[in-house]
């Protein structure tokens, strides 16, 4: 996952090992990573080289003959579960939208994840995953008894990080975005869950309120991303697409957003929300998913389904200082309640029940 421009999978992964790392506690993580051997130079982690990048090979030879010659207690993985393991499995699955909302994935990625993921619920130890919202979902869809279904929730991505106004002037401006204007950001691949369709038709009522105020949407290009294109074709200079960004980049556009709008009709967890609390920035999102039980009462809510109420939300968030005030003070609070420490020992305390310790 790290260094493939996995979004929210490659942040998490990071993310935990930062956490492993940063803990006093007795323990060894074996990581697995493409590349030659290499020194890790943190507490905790062992880098070790995998055979392939290939997929097939990794999870049907590498990562079990890896588990029997390592000594592993636990193999933790993301979604997909390796063919065999001589110890018991942990798996990692943030959503299951692929099983409750397909129309929103390819058909390639729904062949493999309709047929790996659930074959990996079943045979893992424990499944750890990111929300109450998600728990639930898997118990009831799969059948898991509940004591094998962990939440642990997720850390803030490192563009988290506080940056100076002018090197924040300076990143955006690389990104032909223009420093001196407002403008609103969202952040997430174009894709149909992230619901950018509706939040472009919703700026287009909001712009000529707010004269002076853009929407920059930040994210890679993925399934149906035509569909925001064109949708965004009408407006003119209005709408800026900054595609994929660096973490000091985005880091960036937080800085200097005067609103952080996430309108998906699904996340299990929502890691944007948190990095644009982090940066003082009012966040305005779906009463969708968890992002109710991640922002609390942090974020102005609005139906992901309506335009109108979109633009509504949005209107407010911009114009009302009051309300704008409310949101950056408990943002900052909120966003201060996770932390990839926290997510570290209450992952070590799976790896434990899994392993029978």
Not at 85 to 90: G, L, N, Q
Not at 135 to 146: K, N, S
Not at 334 to 344: K, L, P, V
Request: charged content about 20%; hydrophobic content about 45%.
């Amino acid at each position: 996952m790290v260094g493939g421009r996995e979004t929210g999978n490659e942040t998490y992964v990071a993310g935990l090992l930062d956490g492993l790392a940063s803990l006093d506690r007795d323990f060894e993580v074996c990581v697995y990573v493409e590349g030659p051997r290499q020194q890790s130079g943190r507490p905790h982690l062992r880098l070790q080289p995998l055979m392939s990048s290939s997929p097939w090979i990794r999870l049907g030879l590498d990562l079990p003959v890896r588990s029997w010659r390592d000594h592993l207690d636990v193999l933790h993985t993301t979604y997909t579960a390796p063919l065999w393991s001589r110890c018991p499995t942990v798996i990692t699955v943030h959503d299951i939208t692929f099983a409750t909302n397909r129309e929103w994935f390819s058909d390639r990625d729904l062949r493999v994840l309709s047929r790996g993921v659930p074959w990996s619920i079943d045979r893992a130890a424990r499944v750890i995953t990111v929300s109450d919202v998600c728990r639930q979902q898997i118990i009831d869809h799969f059948g898991v008894p509940a004591d094998q279904v962990v939440r642990v929730y997720n850390g803030p991505g490192p563009a988290a990080q506080r940056v100076s106004a002018a090197d924040a002037r300076a990143a955006v401006s690389e990104l032909g975005v223009d420093a001196a204007r407002k403008y609103i950001l969202a952040v997430g691949n174009l894709q149909p869950r992230k619901n950018l369709v509706r939040l472009v038709q919703a700026f287009m009522q909001v712009a000529p309120m707010c004269p002076d105020t853009d929407l920059l949407i930040v994210g890679a290009k993925h399934y149906r991303a035509a569909e925001v294109l064109a949708a965004a074709g009408s407006v003119g200079g209005r709408i800026r697409f900054a595609g994929y960004v660096t973490d000091h980049q985005l880091a960036s556009c937080y800085e200097l957003a005067t609103v952080f709008a996430f309108p998906s009709l699904f996340e299990g967890f929502g890691i944007p929300a948190i990095e644009g609390m982090a940066h003082g920035v009012p966040v305005a999102c779906s009463n969708a998913g968890a992002l109710p039980e991640v922002c609390a009462d942090a974020a102005a809510y609005f139906d992901p389904l309506d335009v109108g109420s979109i633009a509504a939300v949005l209107l407010r968030a911009v114009s009302d200082e009051g309300l704008r005030q409310q949101l950056i003070t408990k943002g900052f609070e909120r966003a201060r309640a996770f932390s990839w420490q926290r997510s570290a020992n209450e992952t070590l305390a799976v790896y434990a029940a899994a392993a029978g310790r």
